[in-house]
């Protein structure tokens, strides 16, 4: 109330918010009460935005800017760094147990956002025809809304390990007024947190999937949603899905082609490799 309470929410931009996250540094407020604080408002501008109160959620602008500095810092996602290797990947799934493993295996082979896994529902999910339907997704504070953007609604095809899995759990999924796929054991929305650190780090440490140090490699599920997409990219012949710009962005539910292009446009395989030149040549000139 005492920075923001008297703004307009036309009067709310980017650099608007830059500032009222430096005065509660400087009132020497915890860096996890800035960012709780700024996500709640975050939160608000998305309730606004849905109302039609404010054109856009400068909060989700600034997050995202803030992203393309940190890809543009750390330079292009590799694989084995920001990508699990699909040697990991076989490692992890062979670990996989218990309720985490139809979860993680919807991170892994069909490229879910860690908010739309946690907001899934079983009316979502068609096993006949091998589907999921991204409609909601749940936010960090555990609330129900729609998904990142129009592109995000979407279908996307699932292989058989993880129609199976999810065939067999739901036999075992715990019930709830939201009839979520992953819930709490008490049928409730589940967090984030719970998620990375009792099911995707524990699996790795069990598969070796470590670092020097013996600690889980990757830290969050986006990076099995990276894998996902090196998989839908990679050739078939390298045990890929070998699908177009195109394709990947629409699996994905990014808003533009620019995007998928933008982090993972280094990872489709050159077409003018030496073989496939000579190939060329002597198709064309015998």
Known sequence: MPYLGAVKLSQLTVPVVRNFMDKLRADRRSPAMVKRVVGDLGSILADAQERGEVAQNVVRSLSRRKKHRERRHNGKLKVGVGIPTPAEIKAIV???????????????FAGLRASEIRGLR???VDLRRGELHVRQRADKFKTIGKPKSAASERTVPMPPILVN????????????????VFPTGTGEIEYHSNIVNRGLAPVQEAAGVVTKAGKAKYTGLHALR??????C?????????????KV??????HSSIQMTADVYGHL?????????????EKALLG
């Open 94 to 108: 062979a670990h996989l147990k218990g309720r985490w493993r139809p979860l993680l295996l919807t991170a892994i």
């Open 122 to 124: 079983w009316q979502d």
């Open 165 to 180: 899995a999810l065939r067999e759990w739901k036999l075992a999924c715990p019930k709830g007024e939201h009839g979520l």
């Open 226 to 231: 990276h894998f996902y997409a090196s998989w």
């Open 233 to 245: 990219i990679n050739r078939r012949e390298d045990g890929g899905l070998g699908l177009p710009l």
């Open 248 to 253: 990947v962005q629409h699996r994905l539910g």
């Open 268 to 280: 489709f395989p050159s077409e003018d490799d030496g073989s496939e030149l000579a190939a060329a």
